[in-house]
């Protein structure tokens, strides 16, 4: 495992707070939607350091979790917001449909700030669903969801 360095803060800098005006610029810069940011970044262009961030981003992203406030932000699907970091696609029964792997956490609860078991119940394994059940759902008047 290789050691935390100052691309490392830096590249947690810019995965938890996306909106501050300096990663927006960075970011702007080489075409990085900060609402949805990917699996790998772009480097063909890049700065040397842009580069070398590049070469661990996806580590790092893959060891930052969601916190959940009104739902909004994070997946329900792809993202990692449960508390033991795995993200759901990974454990479903059956495929799911490539529209659902986008829809945020907010789309699978009601208008009563009920979960709609209906929705995904039937694609993941007992387990999961018992983690689920011990999470609260997202509050729609709530913080937007942020990474950690």
Known sequence: MRT?????FLLLNIIASPYSLW?????????????????????RYGSPLWKAMGNVWNEVIQRTRWAIGNGRLAKFWKDCWLEDGHCLQFYTR??????????????YVDSNGMRNWDHFSSLLPNHI???????????AEGEDDYRY
Not at 24 to 37: A, E, W
Not at 94 to 107: G, H, Q, R, Y
Request: charge should be neutral; aromatic fraction near 6%; include cysteine.
């Open 4 to 8: 935390w360095s100052s691309r490392y």
């Open 23 to 43: 990663i927006q610029v960075l970011l702007s810069k080489y075409g990085v939607d900060k609402d949805n940011l990917p699996l790998a970044l772009p480097t």
């Open 94 to 107: 059956s495929p799911i449909d490539k529209n659902m792997l986008d829809e945020c956490v907010a789309n």
């Open 129 to 139: 669903i018992l983690r689920i059940v011990g999470t609260l759902p997202p509050i």
